[in-house]
C-alpha cells in the first residue's frame, strides 16, 4: 500500500476537497463526535497547518481512486521542553477497507517515517473512547507508546 500526503496544493483545490468530503464524513459520524460536521472548517484547518508545514495529511486511496483512509497529523515544538512534538488528530480507514489492516498500518508507518524524518522526541496518539479500544491499546503499546494522559470533554451546544 502506497501513502501519500495531501500539499497544500491540493488543499487549493476543489475537486479534492469533493473527493475526501465523504470519507471525512463517515470518521465524523463513526467517531461520535458531537455536533454537526462541517467539511469547510475542516479542509480550513488542514489548509492552514499544511501551508505553514506544521500539518500532514497522509492519504491512501482504493484501486478506484477514492479515498481509503487518512492520517492527520501536526507537528510543533513542545510547549514546555522546546523539543520537536507530534500530535495525531486523525487516523481513519473506512469500513471497506478495515479487513486487512494493510491500509491502517501503511498510513501509521508514514506517520512515523515523518516524525523520524523530523526528530521528533514526543509523539501523542490520541485514542476515541469506545472504538477499538483494548485493540488500539494492544497496538500502541506493541509500537513503544505508553499511556500519558487523559481527556475530559464538555460539550455547551
Known sequence: MRVSHLTFE??????????WEPISQEFFTESGYPGKFNMTSFWSFWTTLTGADMGRFFTAYGLDG????????M??????????????????VSRPFRRSGKIALSL???WEDECNRRGVKTRWMAHIVNL?????????????YKMADRFFRKDTF
Open 66 to 73: 477514492k479515498p481509503a483512509g487518512a492520517f492527520g497529523a
Open 10 to 19: 491540493d488543499f487549493q483545490n476543489p475537486l479534492v476537497r469533493d473527493l
Open 132 to 144: 477499538n479500544e483494548d485493540t488500539l491499546a494492544r497496538f500502541y503499546r506493541r509500537n513503544g
Open 108 to 110: 501509521f508507518n508514514a
Open 75 to 92: 507537528f510543533t515544538p513542545d510547549p514546555l521542553t522546546g523539543n520537536p512534538s507530534a500530535t495525531e488528530h486523525f487516523w481513519f
